[in-house]
């Protein structure tokens, strides 16, 4: 049984591996690309709107709304970035069912790439938000000494991010083998539908653990900047 993806080799050509993994990451990719194609080519404002548009909006409502329960200030802002992690991820697992399909999220190469965006993001958003120095100096915090700590968290995020994801879709991969050995006709469907719920589960996890590490940062680069802003205030006025 081929647990990852990558172990799927559709075509080779002079050392070079076209796996399932690239193959499935930009299937998910393109029917994502063409899916909102399709809906957004039709938008209406009027009193009449297709089913699919409304999905549409009640996606985007959701995702809004959940970036703003985090604490965010402008959900507006975030919204590009993590929307496309959830949903990239929900239709990664969500297409399992499709026979002949594995996940690309449950190879580590797509999690770890998944989990360096996030990486890049944070210091993106941060810089964005406060500037490169207040972003710099919160390595700082509350000491200098602190730099080095503050770096192997910054790291371990990324890590746990990675394996998290990759474990629990891999794990769910393994289980429905096995009970495809022990019993092909019941647990397979009942795994098939729990493996649709976990999935969902999984992305949304994903993505509520990246937008709590950027907004955990950029609120700590606010929480610096109005410091320091009061404690010139305070020097002034002596």
Known sequence: MEISPDAWVLYEWQGLRLNATIVFTWAVMAF????????????????????????????????????AE??????????????????????????AVVPGYQPPTGSLSTTVALAICVLVAVPLFSIGERGLGGYLRTYLQPTPLMLPFNLVAEASRTIALAVR??????????????????????????????????GLIQAYIFAILAMVYIGSASRTRRRTGNATASQDITETGD
Do not use: C, H, K
Not at 71 to 76: E, F, K, T, Y
């Open 165 to 198: 994801l990759y474990g629990n879709v891999m794990s769910g991969t393994v289980i429905v083998g096995i009970l495809i050995s022990v019993a092909p006709f019941f647990f397979p469907v009942v795994m098939q539908v729990l493996g649709l719920l976990t």
């Open 70 to 95: 985090v604490g965010a200030d402008s959900p507006g802002r975030y919204l590009p970035f993590i929307g496309t992690l959830f949903l990239f991820i929900a239709t990664a697992n969500v297409l």
């Open 32 to 67: 994502l690309v063409l899916g909102s194609w399709a809906i957004t080519a039709r938008l209406s404002e009027g009193e009449t709107v297709s089913r699919w548009q409304v999905m549409l909006e009640v996606i985007v409502a959701a995702i809004r709304d959940q970036i």
